[in-house]
């Protein structure tokens, strides 16, 4: 079956620091991830989504300078949070999907919490 | 852009109750509809799509119509158990252009099923 890893599940980490998650997809090639940030309020905000062959495209009111994503093969992404604050608290999901038209398969998100 | 509607809050019943939960979309295109389930700990599992118009998807007893003349994808069960309290969301992908593997969620609704 499908299935996506997401590491580490929780983080702290002091306001100003960064940290890197993970995203590791098993039994399907991801040849789309998104990644999406969860707010106590458990609504959505897309972050960014990474096709392969392709520039990752971030939303509105995320960048890459400050959460830079790697995509370098059909299994694996990263995510890092740079210079994170309180804000950027939240459950951090990744969803990735073999083809298009198909569903996202969502790891079970990593939760940073902000000091 | 592409939004989603659904039942807001908290959806309150007892077991064997019927549930609904309103979904309404507004997309450009034709994008596939789908809803997910949310346990507290986990990421969002898929529970089915569907891609038609009059197309129904269904899993472990629950249901929804794809109605593109009414913009609706209704969630239904004609009998809740306690262990289907979740949070349950609609979404939808539009899959054209650069939207390519985006999922707009709606905000979420909280089932409580008591025994």
């Known amino acids: 079956g499908a299935l996506v890893y997401q590491y580490p599940r929780r983080t702290i980490c002091k306001s100003g620091t960064s940290m890197r998650m993970e995203c590791q997809a098993v039994?399907?090639?991801?040849?789309?991830v998104a990644w999406y940030r969860q707010s106590p309020q458990k609504t959505f905000e897309l972050i960014a989504l990474s096709t392969v062959n392709s520039a990752i495209k971030y939303e509105q009111n995320f960048t890459q300078e400050k959460f830079p994503i790697s995509h370098p093969n059909l299994s694996f992404s990263s995510m890092t949070v740079l210079n994170a604050y309180l804000e950027d608290r939240g459950l951090y999901l990744c969803?990735?999907?073999?083809?298009?038209?198909?569903?996202?398969?969502f790891g079970p998100g990593t939760r940073l919490t902000v000091l | 852009g592409d939004s989603v509607t659904q039942t807001e809050g908290q959806v309150a019943l007892s077991e064997e109750d019927f549930l609904t939960i309103h979904c309404n979309y507004s997309?450009?295109?034709?994008?596939?509809l789908f809803w997910y389930v949310q346990y507290p700990g986990e990421g969002p599992q898929l529970l089915f799509r569907?891609?038609?118009?009059?197309e129904k998807g269904s899993s472990r007893g629950f249901e929804a119509t794809y109605d593109k003349g009414t913009t609706s994808f209704h969630l239904r069960k004609a009998s809740v158990q306690e262990s289907d309290s979740a949070v349950y969301y609609c979404?939808?992908?539009?899959?054209?252009?650069?939207?390519?593997?985006?999922?707009?969620f709606g905000h979420g609704t909280i089932l409580r099923v008591h025994p």
């Open positions: 997309a450009s295109g034709y994008p596939t």
């Open positions: 969803g990735a999907r073999h083809r298009p038209y198909a569903e996202q398969f």
């Open positions: 039994g399907f090639q991801a040849t789309s």
């Open positions: 979404a939808l992908s539009a899959d054209t252009g650069a939207n390519t593997g985006k999922l707009t």
């Open positions: 569907a891609s038609r118009d009059k």
